[in-house]
């Protein structure tokens, strides 16, 4: 059966101008609003990194490993290596391959797939390649490890556990795919004993870390309406867990927590996603399809706030640091939220990034908690903090 892979920004096109409601032709984003700021954002340091990411529709993920350093890929194949706190170059390299989802890292060992459906293995020290290993496709995600196993999806629905240290494969399973979808993978969440995966049909299983056997699986969200279009319930934005709950979110479906041990549905809400949520302070953060920020209390599904002063202006998925909130948007800006009500606390420019008219944000920011990272389609990387009183 032929499959179709629908960019996400060519898919919301069709379906506005599939739309028989004239109000809803009008697409153009909502102007930004005026606030009183309420933090300062200092920018510790920023650095050019490599390439960055091309015209296509792939996010390239950046790494941190846990022990001060972050880790970029680029779209030429370049790779790169930064201590975290002070954004020092410790290796640079170019691969000469078509990377195409970004880097994964475990405690000695960097990640990337590419487009020619391969998985390298490079010393976090000095980046020296230790292995490669060709699997069934397109690698669109970042590969994932808990140090014994390193986990790859790969775009025909695959799933791929190797061995961090040879590259040898421990198991692999295979899933079956609807006709159409829109481009792209979630990765894998590999812990000790659990790979968890998300799937284009809307389903996530949890299989065995030691033989890829199935654990639970449940279903996000189910496909609906006539046309194969109405019927994408993609699961793009990589599954989050937090305590005993896993949570997930589909695109023209749901976001939903279940429980991590058993599989068990804890509860659903109507939205619509292509991105990670993000956890913190007994909530769950999620980015909608028409940029709505959205807040559920991470026990009951209830919306505790939402925020939809960025309409239309295509925002990424959240990520927590201090005590904000924060995603970026189609035009390059970065918005600082309070995580306790949803107002905006700051905001500001990325540095670096390309000049769009509208585009899909696609390289997700990331934080360690106290320290928001961006990295721009154009290859800058750059660290914030929250400014304190002196």
Same mark, same amino acid.
């Given at each position: 059966?032929?499959?179709?892979?629908?960019?996400?920004?060519?898919?919301?096109?069709?379906?506005?101008?599939?739309?028989?409601?004239?109000?809803?032709?009008?697409?153009?984003?909502?102007?930004?609003?005026?606030?009183?700021?309420?933090?300062?954002?200092?920018?510790?340091?920023?650095?050019?990194?490599?390439?960055?990411?091309?015209?296509?529709?792939?996010?390239?993920?950046?790494?941190?490993?846990?022990?001060?350093?972050?880790?970029?890929?680029?779209?030429?194949?370049? !790779?790169?290596?930064?201590?975290?706190?002070?954004?020092?170059?410790?290796?640079?390299?170019?691969?000469?391959?078509?990377?195409?989802?970004?880097?994964?890292?475990?405690?000695?060992?960097?990640?990337?797939?590419?487009?020619?459906?391969?998985?390298?293995?490079?010393?976090?020290?000095?980046?020296?390649?230790?292995?490669?290993?060709?699997?069934?496709?397109?690698?669109?995600?970042?590969?994932?490890?808990?140090?014994?196993?390193?986990?790859?999806?790969?775009?025909?629905?695959?799933?791929?556990?190797?061995?961090?240290?040879?590259?040898?494969?421990?198991?692999?399973?295979?899933?079956?795919?609807?006709?159409?979808?829109?481009?792209?993978?979630?990765?894998?969440?590999?812990?000790?004993?659990?790979?968890?995966?998300?799937?284009?049909?809307?389903? !996530?299983?949890?299989?065995?870390?030691?033989?890829?056997?199935?654990?639970?699986?449940?279903?996000?969200?189910?496909?609906?309406?006539?046309?194969?279009?109405?019927?994408?319930?993609?699961?793009?934005?990589?599954?989050?867990?937090?305590?005993?709950?896993?949570?997930?979110?589909?695109?023209?479906?749901?976001?939903?927590?279940?429980?991590?041990?058993?599989?068990?549905?804890?509860?659903?809400?109507?939205?619509?996603?292509?991105?990670?949520?993000?956890?913190?302070?007994?909530?769950?953060?999620?980015?909608?399809?028409?940029?709505?920020?959205?807040?559920?209390?991470?026990?009951?599904?209830?919306?505790?706030?939402?925020?939809?002063?960025?309409?239309?202006?295509?925002?990424?998925?959240?990520? !927590?640091?201090?005590?904000?909130?924060?995603?970026?948007?189609?035009?390059?800006?970065?918005?600082?939220?309070?995580?306790?009500?949803?107002?905006?606390?700051?905001?500001?420019?990325?540095?670096?990034?390309?000049?769009?008219?509208?585009?899909?944000?696609?390289?997700?920011?990331?934080?360690?908690?106290?320290?928001?990272?961006?990295?721009?389609?154009?290859?800058?990387?750059?660290?914030?903090?929250?400014?304190?009183?002196?």
């Amino acid at each position: 059966m032929l499959r179709y892979l629908l960019p996400i920004a060519v898919f919301i096109s069709l379906l506005g101008c599939s739309s028989k409601n004239e109000k809803e032709l009008d697409l153009e984003a909502v102007d930004l609003v005026k606030f009183e700021a309420s933090v300062k954002l200092n920018r510790i340091w920023s650095r050019k990194a490599g390439s960055g990411q091309d015209n296509r529709y792939t996010r390239f993920s950046v790494a941190l490993d846990g022990q001060g350093n972050i880790y970029t890929a680029g779209y030429k194949g370049d !790779v790169q290596s930064f201590e975290a706190n002070t954004g020092k170059k410790g290796w640079s390299i170019n691969t000469d391959e078509p990377i195409s989802g970004g880097v994964g890292v475990d405690t000695n060992t960097v990640y990337f797939g590419t487009y020619n459906g391969t998985v390298h293995a490079l010393d976090s020290r000095s980046g020296e390649q230790l292995w490669q290993v060709e699997i069934s496709s397109e690698v669109l995600s970042a590969p994932v490890s808990n140090g014994d196993l390193v986990v790859a999806t790969t775009i025909d629905g695959r799933v791929f556990a190797l061995d961090t240290k040879t590259g040898e494969q421990r198991w692999s399973y295979d899933h079956a795919l609807p006709v159409l979808t829109v481009r792209g993978t979630a990765s894998a969440v590999v812990t000790a004993s659990q790979v968890i995966v998300a799937f284009d049909n809307g389903q !996530v299983l949890s299989l065995s870390a030691s033989d890829g056997s199935t654990q639970w699986e449940f279903r996000v969200a189910r496909p609906q309406g006539r046309t194969e279009l109405d019927r994408i319930v993609d699961i793009d934005g990589t599954p989050i867990i937090d305590g005993g709950y896993l949570y997930a979110g589909s695109f023209q479906g749901n976001v939903a927590a279940v429980s991590r041990g058993s599989g068990r549905v804890m509860w659903t809400k109507a939205a619509s996603t292509s991105y990670s949520m993000a956890a913190a302070q007994g909530k769950v953060f999620v980015s909608t399809e028409d940029s709505r920020i959205q807040a559920f209390n991470a026990i009951t599904g209830e919306l505790e706030w939402e925020n939809f002063e960025l309409k239309r202006r295509n925002t990424s998925g959240p990520v !927590v640091f201090d005590s904000f909130l924060a995603v970026t948007d189609g035009y390059g800006y970065v918005h600082v939220l309070n995580q306790s009500d949803g107002k905006f606390a700051a905001r500001f420019k990325m540095p670096g990034g390309k000049q769009r008219s509208r585009g899909m944000p696609r390289i997700p920011l990331l934080s360690d908690g106290e320290i928001l990272y961006t990295y721009a389609d154009g290859g800058k990387l750059s660290a914030y903090t929250v400014k304190t009183e002196e």
